[in-house]
């Protein structure tokens, strides 16, 4: 895309805190034809971002375990900014006790890894449905 494409772009924005570059790479080879995409390497950076882009933002893609700060911190603290903000949850452990936590933190769904084309599209479609696939 050239920079002039890129100022009509409307597609839905969706902020995904990763730190691990594989999984990212995934997640954006999945969703980037119907989404723009902008990366967190951590909780911290996950929270700067959501203020940066608050007004835009369609939905948020967490991964729970980061470095700095780990995605049920930043959800709490963005769950403090914005109540309705769909957040989906990442983990890589199938233990109730984990989606408990995200739950409890404020996610409002939790997939777990790894995370399929069509688990992540489906999840997706829910918070924007104008987006067809």
Known sequence: MEA?????????????AEDDESNFKLIKAIIQKK????????GEEM?????????EVAALLMDI????????????AIRELSGS????MQTAYAF???????????ATEVLVK???LKTLRSCLSKYTPEVSW
């Open 4 to 16: 002039a494409d890129y100022m009509q772009d409307n597609r839905p924005l969706i902020l995904v």
């Open 35 to 42: 989404y723009r995409i902008e990366w967190a390497k951590n």
């Open 47 to 55: 929270i700067t971002l959501y203020k940066q882009h608050q007004d």
């Open 65 to 76: 375990k980061m470095p700095i700060m780990n995605g049920l911190e930043a959800t709490k």
């Open 85 to 88: 903000i769909p957040i989906i």
């Open 96 to 106: 109730n006790s984990d989606k408990e936590a995200a739950m409890k933190s404020g």
């Open 114 to 116: 790894p995370i399929t």
